[in-house]
């Protein structure tokens, strides 16, 4: 299992699976990402947080917190 603070930066991956309970994984939805959507990591901040990605051509901020509860493949 890989999660999205794992991916390097320049790296184009596939959401496989959000876990997480409630209105955190509802937030995440809420943001576009959801299974099956692509996400390419534009940058990490120098102390890994947050992590700069792009989804469904918008650029979106994620807590390290936040980018461990995606799956992705």
Do not use: F, N, Q, W
């Amino acid at each position: 299992m890989r999660t999205l603070r794992e991916v390097s930066v320049g790296e184009t991956v596939t959401v496989k699976k959000l876990s997480g309970d409630g209105p955190v994984k509802r937030r995440i939805m809420d943001m576009g990402i959801t299974k099956g959507v692509e996400v390419y990591v534009r940058k990490v901040a120098p102390l890994g947080d947050p992590v700069e990605v792009t989804v469904r051509g918008y650029e979106l901020s994620l807590r390290k917190a936040d980018a461990e509860m995606i799956e992705v493949e």
